[in-house]
């Protein structure tokens, strides 16, 4: 079993992403979760991140509030996409499970320096606000780093939130900056890959057929947020980001991409928030990150599919 510790911004897709690693307890060890600030107020995430907590009925996950805002920007938030909570579309009960009365960031900290080196993988869902902090107070977490796991970034299919950026790197451009220099091994989930993972109507429609409560809310909150991304491409099908984050932990040969340098813009006023990647390594740096273009779509649905079924 690998152990992860999920640093999110709640958000339908990162409670899908949340529901497949609770799901998957013979690969994956969930030791906490780590609410940032991003899709809305970092407040309200660590609510939606106890909710999801509670649907999958693994209330023993312990879950931390992390920063309210980005390390030198103003928080840009994604209500327009994910609804006034963050997590519209599923009626989920308030959650009854205390928040964790450590800060977030102190929390990734000491569990990275009780652990033996390089056993914990972070998987981040959200802007990197916490992990930058954490190797900004204590550098030498880098190297007790597994792996870090992110859906951020794009190259290919460009940007979400800018023509240029994807959301999680815009909103706190500097954090993945550090992240991206940080020398843990790195590997990414970008737009590239996410938009090929389409929520068509079928899919969502097995995923509801499951019959359990866990298919219910994931299908309605696919449902929300698809209504914002179905209009914006026009596709049969909204891309579904953060999950893949944890697919990649489950099974690794549903992506293709290769390993080489990333590096992130924080200057540029038009472009704040690339991912600059060098896939056909046309520069001399260092490479420092798999970066993903693709991915799997039947593969990865199926294995949804058949992890919501094994959930309350
Ligand atoms: C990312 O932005 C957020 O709104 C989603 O949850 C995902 O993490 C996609 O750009
Ligand atoms: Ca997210």
Known sequence: TRKIIIDTDPGQDDAVAILLALASPEELDVLGIVAVAGNVGVHQNAINARKVVELSGR?????YAGCSRPMRRHL????????????????LPEPTIPL????????????????????????????????????????????????????????????????????????????????????????IQPLDVTHMIQSTPARLAAIKAIGNKSGQAVHDMLTFSESFDLKKYGWDGAPLHDPTVIAYLLQPDLFEGRHCNVAIETASELTVGMTVVD???????????????????????KLLTERLARLP
């Open 59 to 63: 209330t023993d996950i312990p879950v």
């Open 76 to 91: 840009v938030t994604a209500e327009h996409v994910h609804g006034e909570t963050g997590l519209n579309g599923p009626d």
């Open 100 to 187: 964790q009365a450590q800060h977030g960031v102190d929390y990734i900290i000491e569990t990275l320096m009780n652990a033996e080196p390089k056993t914990i993988t972070l998987c981040t869902l959200g802007p990197l606000t916490n992990i930058a902090m954490a190797l900004v107070k204590q550098p030498a977490i880098a190297e007790r780093i597994q792996e870090i796991v992110m859906m951020g970034g794009a190259y290919f299919e460009v940007g979400n939130i800018t023509p240029a950026a994807e959301f999680n790197i815009y909103v706190d451009p500097e954090a993945a900056d550090v992240v991206m220099r940080c020398g843990a091994p790195i590997t």
């Open 279 to 301: 896939y056909w390594h046309v520069t001399g740096r260092a490479y420092n990150a798999t970066y993903f273009r693709s991915g799997n779509a039947e593969g990865f649905y």
